[in-house]
């Protein structure tokens, strides 16, 4: 079964730190682009990071910039995302999310990231 | 960056009506546009991918048009499973940007 899995979610103060991760299975993970996406509560979905699948293009959204970094290690499957500097408008459910002829047609069932103090 | 806007952001509608809805783009993104569909406490479901292709295992009453700047989704049939929001997002660029939603309710 195809299958993406996130965690490391969790409560963290402004200013704090999370990284988290994505467990892939089922398909060839090193031969598929892969996003992150959040959703804060009550809104829409917001695009967050892109890696190719060899890791060798990334992009961010503008509000991510210099404080979020994703990441991948092929050999273990794996989808990181780690995320400095956060801040209370970073709550949200993040997923990981399999791109495939520019859509996404993969994804976890989230976990939940809420910047708190 | 490539603004998506749709509309209307919300629409009553009955089971078995034909609903359509609009994305637009701030600038031609060719083809490259899918659309998702959210039910709450739900990971996103890819319906339409590239402008107009069916996303495997979606049900046949969901379609696509468009290219350039401006895109449709319809429902041709309306089901109970249905009614939920739907979100367009561009490919063609970084970031890439969904639109604000559409909410299908019960009429």
């Known amino acids: 079964e195809v299958q993406l899995v996130e965690s490391g979610g969790g409560l963290v103060q402004p200013g704090g730190s999370l990284r988290l991760s994505c467990a892939a299975s089922?398909?060839?993970?090193?031969?598929?682009?892969m996003n992150w996406v959040r959703q804060a509560p009550g809104k829409g979905l917001e695009w967050v990071s892109y890696?190719?699948?060899?890791?060798?293009?990334?992009h961010y959204a503008d509000s991510m910039k210099g404080r979020f970094t994703i990441s991948r290690d092929n050999a273990k499957n794996s989808l990181y995302l780690q995320m400095n500097s956060l801040r209370a408008e970073d709550t949200a459910v993040y997923y990981c999310?399999?791109?495939?002829?520019?859509?996404?047609?993969?994804w976890g069932q989230g976990t939940v990231v809420t910047v708190s103090s | 960056d490539i603004q998506m806007t749709q509309s209307p952001s919300s629409l009553s509608a009955s089971v078995g009506d034909r609903v359509t809805f609009t994305c637009r783009a701030s600038q031609s993104i060719s083809n490259y546009l899918n659309w998702y569909q959210l039910k709450p406490g739900k990971a996103p479901k890819l319906l339409i991918y590239a402008a107009s292709s069916l996303q495997s295992g979606v049900p046949s009453r969901f379609s696509g048009s468009g290219s350039g700047t401006d895109f449709t989704l319809s429902i041709s049939s309306l089901q109970p499973e249905d009614f939920a929001t739907y979100y367009c997002q561009q490919s063609y660029s970084t970031p890439r940007t969904f639109g604000q939603g559409t909410k299908v309710e019960i009429k």
């Open positions: 089922g398909f060839n993970f090193n031969t598929y682009e």
């Open positions: 890696i190719s699948s060899r890791g060798g293009t990334i």
């Open positions: 999310a399999r791109e495939l002829y520019g859509g996404i047609d993969i």
